[in-house]
């Protein structure tokens, strides 16, 4: 198929771009005044470019007829909705009268100001450049304007806006009445003189519109010039509807290659006919619409024309010649054979504000969002496609489609899925690609409604978490990732944590137990072995929590939705009420699920060990835990990998099993930095279970001086700061040699007897039990508790079945609760339901 501009020529000023408002707006006291564009001033250029409707013929035949004295209707109302072609009409009757011979009084109501102006002086002034017999605030009557009229016949008289007119005159006072009052007067006298002489013509006009009606006073006035001009008029239709293609086309190509365009239309029918577009009957009425329209698709004037052009703020006629104009000129250098809606650039400011000055600036940013912005959906789609269709740019042209069909003053929007075919398909291309473009525009589009083919101004939630979901930088699902795992820390933590340290400096070397967040699968050694660039001490005090890789993409995932739903919820996107709560539903649920999901990633545990690192699996995550930091404290603590308190026999049999004295400080700091060493929470642990051990008599506290041991305490309570120098000896060392003596302050104690150690002792041994089973009851806040206690019990035995009842009484929760959080929850867990009861 031939490019349509080789078929189709436009006029000089649509080449040129030259399509300013103006242009199209066509103002008869301008034409009077002389000073209109040249396409309506000069009356060859103005018939040229003017198709000559039935309407605008018949009106001309009339006029001509009864200026040439001929008889014929003496008065003709023209009504016609905004822009609808009426001034076009006029200036078509101001150029023929003249040509006629005739005198012309022309008045234009929106071009005068009712305290100068007023139509029966003006009427005396145009016809003999004096104002003598009608001067005056009240009109002159009807037998004077009989005598004017006739004195300078034959006499065409052209009211337009009139209606304009006689609203501002109701503010001017004349006596008890108004100026408007008078205008209508006026317009009575008019019409009757007028009717009396065979060779004048008037011509009023009245818009039917009622955004033409300004207000409530102007209603009435209204009806009340319909009343007065209703007695004699004919009221004539410039342009029907279905002669809007050739004044389009008339106005926008001076020629079109009949032949050439036949061939394409021919072109066009056989393949919506193959392709099953339009059904045998439908062929020649197609046929038929297309001639008329091209080289626009017909669809084009129809959403515009009938659709668009029921907005009361859309001029019919004028508005879809200045649109189709611009529209036109952005496709000059486009080898497009027709044009289609999908055609308009919704990117071309022009073009844009054209159409949304109609349905509110909102629109705006909604075009870009879904259409014109490199990051739309109609883009992603356009570049998603094979690359045999990515030329055509289906994405974009079928959703500009959609847009143009969605409009109208009367509510009317929306199309079917074949119409969208016809309208947007090329004979290139099979239509069923269309079918896949519209799939993929569900999906990627924010405000393309689920309940048919058409926008809206409310978002779809679900396709704006997909589509923004997409819009998650890494930098932000970090950043969030972060935020909810201080979230998940406690604000007094028995353990320093450091989230996801960079480097082994980052990690201060100090006695204090350290939980280290790792954004790993596992810790690096480096952390372990160094501060920065030299050996770290204190090796035993640092625990490490780590990601399971396998679940991170769920992680991710989560993330998306989560951040997705936040920014919904913060942005000005014209939700409905319902929509909004459903959001903040959406979101409270993710948020009471961020915990959950962060210890399905966060679940691994490794602490040193003098081969290298222990790793302990936390499990699966339990419902009511909130904290990270304290879950994984508790389950070291159950591991025994953390100590709360340390019994004095253990430092006893460890410590002084091979030593006859051993110094606290030196004690503490060999628990912190030896790996695999018992894990203490701080030093008041070691402090305590010393002066324990000193008050029961298994070790004594003493110094050492120049190398000789001392006791000083033993079998009483005593303090101890471990500081250097500071010993627990062995308690032979505290009895006292006769040769030597002890020192005063050590009062004599009897060393202590076997019995007594065999009952000591006796207390620190644990018995064993190979079997358990426990039935319990249990608080609905030490859940956890029980979960770390499974663990523990599987760390010791190999079978550990688990049986749970749960009974619920005097509440409720939601079906979708249910679903969505308990049975996904045991779902994700693995957990088999033996018994389910609901009521």
């Known amino acids: 198929m031939k490019p349509f501009i080789q078929v189709a020529t436009p006029h000089e000023d649509v080449l040129e771009g030259r399509l300013t408002m103006d242009v199209f707006a066509a103002d008869l006291w301008q034409v009077i005044e002389g000073v209109a564009p040249i396409d309506y001033q000069d009356p060859e250029i103005f018939f040229k470019k003017t198709y000559l409707t039935k309407g605008l013929k018949n009106i001309l035949e009339v006029a001509e007829a009864r200026l040439k004295g ?136 009245l818009p039917s519109s009622v ?9 009435k006035m209204f009806h009340q010039l319909q009343k007065v001009l209703g007695r004699m008029e004919k009221i004539y239709t410039p342009v029907e509807d279905d002669e809007i293609e050739h004044v ?36 020649n009425i197609y046929r038929e619409r297309f001639l008329r329209s091209y080289p626009f698709k017909p669809e084009v004037i129809d959403i515009l024309y009938k659709r668009w052009g029921s907005f009361p703020s859309f001029q019919r006629t004028r508005g879809v010649l200045r649109l189709l104009s611009l529209v036109v000129y952005s496709l000059l250098n486009k080898n497009v054979p027709f044009i289609r809606l999908g055609d308009f650039d919704l990117g071309n400011d022009e073009i844009k504000r054209e159409l949304i000055k ?119 699902l970090y950043e969030t990732e972060l935020e909810i795992l201080r979230k998940h820390v406690s604000s007094s933590p028995r353990l320093k944590v450091y989230i996801h340290p960079k480097f082994s400096r980052d990690i201060p070397d100090t006695p204090d137990l350290k939980l280290i967040i790792m954004n790993k699968d596992e810790p690096d050694l480096e952390f372990i072995e160094k501060h920065g660039e030299i050996p770290r001490v204190y ?55 961020e915990h959950e999901e962060l210890r399905k990633l966060y679940r691994k545990i490794y602490v040193p060990i003098r081969e290298g690192l222990k790793k302990l699996d936390m499990g699966l995550p339990i419902f009511g835990e909130r904290y990270l930091d304290r879950e994984v404290y508790d389950i070291l603590r159950t591991e025994g990998e953390l100590l709360e308190s340390l019994s004095p026999l253990v430092i006893k049999e460890k410590y002084l099993a091979d030593n006859d004295y051993i110094e606290t400080k030196k004690l503490y700091e060999a628990l912190s930095k030896t790996p695999g060493e018992l894990r203490v929470l ?22 050492v001086k ?68 426990l039935k319990l009851k249990v608080p609905v806040g030490q859940i956890s508790t029980i979960a770390r206690l499974v663990n523990f019990l599987k760390s010791r035995f ?24 308990i049975k996904e929850a045991l779902i994700q867990g693995k957990i088999e339901v033996i018994e389910e009861n609901k009521e």
């Not at 749960?806 to 679903?819: M, N, P």
Request: with cysteine.
């Open 798 to 821: 190999e079978q550990c079945d688990i049986e749970v009842s749960i009974i619920t009484d005097k509440g409720h929760v939601t079906i979708t609760e249910y679903e969505n959080i």
């Open 706 to 773: 120049d190398g000789k041991v001392e006791c000083r305490s033993i079998n009483e309570h005593t303090e101890v700061y471990l500081t250097d120098g500071e010993i627990i000896v062995k308690p032979e060392f505290c009895i006292k040699p006769r040769e030597e003596g002890l020192s005063e302050e050590i009062e004599w104690k009897e060393p202590i007897q076997k019995e007594t150690r065999d009952i000591i002792e006796k207390e620190y041994i644990v018995e064993k039990y190979s079997k358990l089973k």
């Open 682 to 703: 701080s030093e008041n642990v070691v402090k305590q279970s010393i002066k324990e051990g000193v008050k029961s008599g298994l070790f004594g506290l003493g110094s």
């Open 248 to 283: 389009v086309r008339h106005r926008l190509f001076s020629k079109v290659d009949e032949k050439e365009m036949k061939k394409v239309v021919n072109d066009f029918i056989e393949y919506a006919r193959d392709e099953g577009l339009i059904t045998e009957e439908e062929i």
């Open 211 to 219: 955004l033409e009606h300004y207000d409530e006073n102007a209603e």
């Open 358 to 476: 109609h349905i509110g600036q909102e629109w705006d940013s909604i075009i870009a969002q879904d259409i014109t912005s490199p990051d739309s959906g109609a883009k992603k789609v356009d570049r998603g496609l094979k690359s045999s269709y990515r030329p055509y740019n289906l994405g974009t042209v079928v959703s500009t489609t959609i847009f143009m069909m969605s409009f109208s003053g009367r509510g009317e929007r929306g199309s079917s899925v074949r119409d969208i075919k016809l309208s947007t398909v090329y004979p290139e291309f099979s239509s069923t690609i269309i079918d896949s473009v519209i799939t993929e525009l569900r999906e990627k589009l924010f405000y393309l409604s689920d309940e048919g083919l058409y926008f809206t101004n409310q978002p779809n939630i679900n396709r704006m978490i997909l589509i923004l979901e997409e819009s998650v930088t890494e930098d932000k």
């Open 70 to 205: 001929k008889g014929g209707d003496p008065i003709v109302q023209l009504q016609t909705p905004f822009g609808g072609g009426k001034t076009h009409a006029l200036i078509a009757l101001y150029h023929k009268a003249r040509e006629w011979g005739a005198k012309v009084f022309a008045f234009d109501g929106l071009a005068v100001n009712p305290k100068q102006v007023k139509p029966w002086e003006e009427l005396e002034r145009q016809l003999t450049g004096k104002v003598e017999v009608t001067k005056g605030d009240i009109p002159p009557g009807k037998e004077v304007l009989v005598k004017l009229i006739s004195e300078n016949s034959p006499l065409l008289i052209l009211i337009d806006e009139v209606l304009a007119y006689a609203t501002k005159a109701a503010g001017i006072k004349v006596g008890d009445s108004n100026l408007a009052a008078q205008t209508l007067a006026f317009i009575q006298e008019l019409t009757a003189a007028v009717s009396l002489l065979d060779n004048s013509f008037l011509v009023v006009t």
């Open 539 to 593: 090796r035993n005090t640092l625990i490490f929590l780590c990601g399971d890789e396998n679940y991170r993409e769920n992680f991710l995932s989560f993330l998306r939705k989560l951040i997705a739903l936040k920014q919904i919820d913060k942005q000005d996107l014209r939700l409905t009420l319902s929509q909004r709560n459903e959001v903040a539903n959406k979101i409270k649920m993710y948020v009471r699920r």
